[in-house]
């Protein structure tokens, strides 16, 4: 009996692995189908971008005039880099046009970003732990930051849930930085997965910032549940008041 329990158990272990490898495959299908008929892919490799999210920024960037030339910028979770790459051009960070102020841009992730002229780079940190994030702010040595851009996501699970909740941990994570390392007036751009946490994750913001305006730019697609935040008008550091709340 214990051996036929085994065996079914092991029948039962394949079939999973097999439904499991047969959706994976059917979504890297897909996966391919949507990259072929994207016209942002194409964008993207026509004006020499790392990928098409350059596109969800400049499209932000021309309605809100979020980045200007002079400005220091975080990245946070760049690779493989597009942000950064729109950054360095809009803040000048490069001194390509030697008519403008020259800013400087920083870009952080847990992943390999190779070099791009005019931005600082630092591959290799995970900023899922206040620890990795405080070592950022402390290579910034006290600069002031104008705007920090978050675009994480965490690697999907397909627990629809489970990934919500880990993206809402890292909005936090990036909340806390740049809680830290903001100009007073500075601002705070990042990516969120709509649910409904984000009520709450805006009412929390208001706290730090002076106003927020929910983002869906058309480069976002439109059955994904990515949605981006504006956070303006930092206030400066807040202090917690005693019953552990924010002040
Ligand atoms: C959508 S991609 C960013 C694309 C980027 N904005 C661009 O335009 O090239 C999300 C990035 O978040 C990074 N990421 C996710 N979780 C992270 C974490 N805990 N720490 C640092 N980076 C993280 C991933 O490694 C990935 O490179």
Redesign the pocket.
């Known amino acids: 009996m214990l051996r036929s329990y085994a065996q079914n158990n092991l029948n039962f272990t394949r079939m999973c692995f097999l439904v499991n490898c047969l959706k994976r495959f059917k979504s890297s299908q897909e996966w391919l189908t949507r990259q072929k008929a994207d016209p942002y892919v194409e964008k993207a490799k026509f004006y020499n971008?790392?990928?098409r999210?350059?596109f969800?920024?400049i499209e932000i960037n021309e309605k809100t005039k979020l980045l200007q030339p002079g400005q220091t910028v975080v990245?946070?979770?760049?690779?493989?880099?597009?942000?950064?790459?729109?950054a360095v051009a809009e803040t000048n960070a490069a001194g390509a046009d030697p008519a403008r102020p020259r800013g400087a841009v920083l870009a952080?992730?847990?992943?390999q970003i190779f070099p791009i002229e005019g931005a600082s780079i630092m591959s290799n940190?995970?900023?899922?732990t206040a620890e990795?994030a405080d070592r950022v702010a402390a290579a910034l040595g006290g600069r002031g930051v104008d705007v920090v851009?978050s675009?994480?996501?965490?690697?999907a699970t397909g627990v629809r849930e489970l990934d919500k909740d880990r993206i809402i941990g890292?909005c936090y994570?990036a909340l806390r930085f740049a809680a830290l390392v903001s100009k007073v007036n500075g601002s705070f751009l990042f990516?969120v997965w709509d649910g409904k946490e984000v009520p709450m994750l805006q009412m929390d913001l208001e706290r730090f910032y002076e106003r927020t305006k929910v983002l869906k730019p058309q480069a976002s697609r439109s059955e994904s549940s990515e949605k981006f935040i504006l956070a303006r008008g930092f206030k400066g550091i807040q202090r917690p008041l005693q019953n552990g709340r924010w002040g």
């Open positions: 971008y790392r990928c999210s350059a969800k920024l990245d946070l979770g760049a690779a493989p880099g597009s942000w950064t790459q729109v952080v992730d847990k992943l940190i995970d900023l899922s990795a851009l675009d994480m996501a965490p690697s890292l994570m990516k």
